[in-house]
């Protein structure tokens, strides 16, 4: 753990941080890499170092004294310092209203005081505009205290508890629901538009494409209940 010298700047404790912890990482990585780089016959790769020459146009030229200075500056810095801005963005302060959604699940509630949930919910409410739920959040808390097995519930299963007297919440909660943990959903429905959207299909519209992409990135849930959905499109065409 990293104690913070009085009278020091935050700048001073982080290079003081990283010229203790990024050698060392250096080192690991490299020995992993050896290993797996011996199994596949490139240990040279790893264990030497490239030919530095004044105009390089196509790869890192960055001057080391060896190998593991070198990869340390070309790839070990760089990627180090591409997580940690992805992190800072990721849970930057404007993005704390979307994390502290999740504090309406009862398996949060219940580590929370009453206080806390009511303040966490002055920032929802401000972000989303959503002034009730500082007023619907402590009978919320109440509604889920004494209800077995809470906090096995999903998000979707709690929704249905909210619908009727708890409007702000049920809107919440839907906002929940329909924000992605990760980035792979997005990226999974551009793979699936370039199979829908064929020269063939050029003259499609929007409204068919949205409902084609939709049934193509969530098969899984069409194939696991197939008769029912069925059933509803013969409705839909009936109608």
Same mark, same amino acid.
């Given at each position: 753990? @990293? ?39 490139? $240990? ?5 170092? #490239? ?17 593991? $200075? ?53 920032? +929802?409410?401000? *972000?989303?505009?959503? #002034?009730? +739920? ?9 509604? @889920? ?41 997005? $990226?999974?429905? *551009? ?37 029912? *959905? ?10």
């Amino acid at each position: 753990m @990293w104690l913070r010298p009085r009278n020091t700047s935050n700048a001073f404790c982080n290079c003081l941080r990283a010229t203790v912890i990024i050698p060392k990482v250096t080192d690991e990585i490299i020995k992993d890499a050896t290993v797996v780089a011996e199994k596949v016959g490139l $240990e040279e790769d790893i264990t030497s170092m #490239p030919r530095i020459v004044g105009k390089q146009r196509h790869r890192s030229n960055h001057p080391a004294e060896s190998p593991s $200075e070198f990869w340390k500056r070309s790839l070990i810095i760089p990627y180090l310092g591409s997580v940690i801005t992805s992190l800072e963005t990721r849970f930057a302060e404007e993005n704390t209203p979307s994390f502290a959604l999740s504090k309406l699940h009862p398996a949060q509630m219940q580590t929370m005081s009453v206080e806390n949930l009511t303040e966490t919910c002055e920032t +929802i409410a401000q *972000f989303y505009n959503l #002034p009730n +739920i500082k007023i619907e959040v402590e009978l919320w808390q109440q509604f @889920w205290h004494n209800k077995p097995n809470s906090t096995d519930q999903t998000v979707f299963d709690i929704l249905k508890e909210a619908k009727t007297f708890f409007p702000d919440t049920e809107k919440a909660l839907k906002i929940l629901i329909a924000l992605p943990c990760t980035t792979c959903t997005v $990226e999974r429905s *551009f793979s699936s538009l370039r199979r829908l959207k064929t020269w063939l299909r050029s003259t499609m519209s929007e409204n068919r494409l949205n409902g084609l992409a939709m049934m193509s990135v969530n098969r899984k849930l069409i194939h696991g209940n197939l008769q029912d *959905f069925n059933n509803k499109v013969v409705e839909k065409f009936l109608q």
